[in-house]
Structure formats: C-alpha cells, structure tokens
Nanobody, 124 residues
Framework: QVTLVESGGGLVQAGGSLRLSCAIS????????MAWFRQSAGKEREFVSG????????DVAESVKGRFFVSRDNAKNEAYLEMDILKPEDTDVYYC?????????????????WGQGTQVTVSS
C-alpha cells in the first residue's frame, strides 16, 4: 500500500501565503506523477497543479497561475504546493494525488492514490 498525507493548511488573511506538503509513505513506487486538487462541499474536485516524476514538467490551473507553485523532493518522498497572494476564493480542502504514470493529468480520474485533504481558509 501507499499513503499520502497532506499538511500545512490553515487560516490565512487574503494576500498571505501557505505552503502545503504531501508526504508519501509505503510503496512509493506506486506514485510517479503528483498533483494537487481542491474541493468545496457540493462542488466537483478541481485540478490545481501537477508535476512529473522527475520534476521537469509542471502544470498549473489558469485560476492560480502565477500564484501557486508545485515542486517535489523525491529523496524525501515529499511534494509541495507553495501558495502566494491567496484569495478568499482559494478557500477549499486541498488534496494531493499520485499515479504510476510519469506525467500529470488534469483529470481526477488519472490518479489512483489520494490523501485525506487539508483545509485552507482565506479570510478577507
């Protein structure tokens, strides 16, 4: 089995920053591409950003382009999402996801392993 655990969420004022982490444990070879999604109650899960296994390719949703940055450290089995200039509309539960494929997709169906989520709340 492989487990993904997010951390780093919390309450921040608009314009502030947060850094989310995703720790990968167990069968780490089950996850190559990594991605971040977010979801509010009653809404569909939304792609935020993704990164290839070697970190050489990244993808970012238009809604967060220029503000959110994805990275990873395979030696530590961790992935990260740096969130800057946060807006109230960024308030969501954020999830990390992984898949055996080397490159990320924007579809949630492209991922086989998910974390439990971490709450990000941005106040105005």
């Amino acid at each position: 089995q492989v487990t993904l655990v997010e951390s780093g969420g919390g309450l921040v004022q608009a314009g502030g920053s947060l850094r989310l982490s995703c720790a990968i444990s167990g069968r780490t070879d089950y996850v190559a591409a990594m991605a971040w999604f977010r979801q509010s109650a009653g809404k569909e899960r939304e792609f935020v950003s993704g990164i290839s296994y070697n970190g050489g390719y990244t993808d970012v949703a238009e809604s967060v382009k220029g503000r959110f940055f994805v990275s990873r450290d395979n030696a530590k089995n961790e992935a990260y999402l740096e969130m800057d200039i946060l807006k109230p509309e960024d308030t969501d539960v954020y999830y990390c996801a992984g898949d055996a494929r080397a490159y990320p997709t924007q579809s949630e169906e492209g991922y086989t392993t998910w974390g439990q989520g971490t709450q990000v709340t941005v106040s105005s």
